[in-house]
């Protein structure tokens, strides 16, 4: 689909880009860029890409498609440093989970001629590296696409075409609203889970042996959560903090209804509130977003190359 293909970035998304892309044939050359030496050496030995740098620009010259798969904090540093060695046509997008930071960082630094539309696969896991890749992270998870206004349709849909070939479905939106949206179904959830996480590690009534053997009764499932890239999440808090301030803001009078109605014994409210949660359950099962094992399909067992 793309003759040349550029990653800059090769953690747990950049690498499954990477592996989709060869399985499928969707680009005629893989360059990987990273700044990390060690980590470049790895992406090497495991065959990832066609040419490999530490030099963003140098990846992206000549490139159709450049794929920026790095924390959203180090956006706007690489559209500066890419920038001048992007050629007229070009397709730059990136993974971000926040979109109107990434807008901001980024859209400065794009030269005229080059199309610029910011992405968010919602897909991943709580690994991360070039081991932790695999091609079919993808497969039947959304990816959002973000254009800014006046983007051309064409690029915009040759891109969405792309992430089909990958397994995903393509939905568009503007960022603000895409901000929104994944502050309540991800990046509070994180948060969430990441507290629960860390309130019971500062538990000296409970021990931390009896936390992991009994895990399997719920906190297990925070764990994985809590257990994703800090960096990563550390960036999204700082890049989204409008609309997780407000969706936290919202979750915190929905828990303190919460513990009045247990405090008073409202038996009938905390049914009503049981009930309805287990039917959004239902539908996001009913919509295909869960898969059917223990593990949310995750487990690296599955994916031997991880190991």
Not at 24 to 52: F, K, M, N, V
Not at 193 to 199: F, M
Not at 223 to 242: E, I
Request: aromatic letters at 6%; proline letters at 5%.
């Amino acid at each position: 689909m793309f003759e040349r293909v550029a990653l800059v970035g090769i953690g747990l998304i950049g690498s499954s880009l990477a592996r989709v892309m060869r399985e499928q044939g969707l680009a005629g050359h893989i360059a990987i860029a990273t700044r990390s030496e060690p980590t470049l050496a790895r992406a090497l030995e495991l065959g990832l890409g066609d040419s490999y740098t530490t030099d963003a620009a140098e990846a992206v010259r000549d490139a159709d498609l450049v794929i920026v798969a790095v924390p959203v904090g180090a956006s706007g540093a690489i559209a500066e440093q890419i920038a001048p060695a992007l050629k007229p046509g070009a397709i730059v997008t990136d993974v971000g989970s926040t979109k109107r930071s990434v807008v901001s960082q980024m859209a400065p630094h794009i030269p005229a001629g080059v199309h610029f539309i910011p992405g968010h696969p919602i897909a991943g896991t709580e690994h991360s590296g070039p081991d932790a890749g695999f091609a079919d992270l993808f497969e039947g998870r959304w990816c959002i696409l973000t254009p800014v206004p006046g983007t051309d349709e064409a690029a915009i849909g040759r891109l969405a075409r792309f992430w089909e070939a990958c397994g995903s479905k393509v939905d568009t939106m503007d960022p603000e609203h895409h901000d929104m949206v994944l502050a309540i179904v991800s990046h509070l959830p994180h948060i969430i889970a990441y507290n629960i996480v860390g309130t019971a590690d500062d538990l000296e009534t409970v021990t931390k042996s009896e936390v992991i053997k009994y895990s399997a009764s719920g906190f297990r499932d925070f764990t994985r959560l809590a257990a994703s890239d800090p960096t990563m999440w550390r960036d999204v808090c700082l890049h989204n903090k409008d609309a997780i301030l407000e969706m936290l803001a919202r979750f915190s009078e929905d828990l303190t209804a919460l513990r009045r109605a247990i405090r008073w014994g409202d038996g009938d409210a905390l049914f009503d509130l049981f009930t309805r949660t287990r039917a959004v359950r239902r539908s996001i099962i009913e919509a295909g977003q869960e898969v059917d094992l223990p593990d949310f399909g995750r487990h690296v067992a599955t994916h031997p190359e991880q190991e």
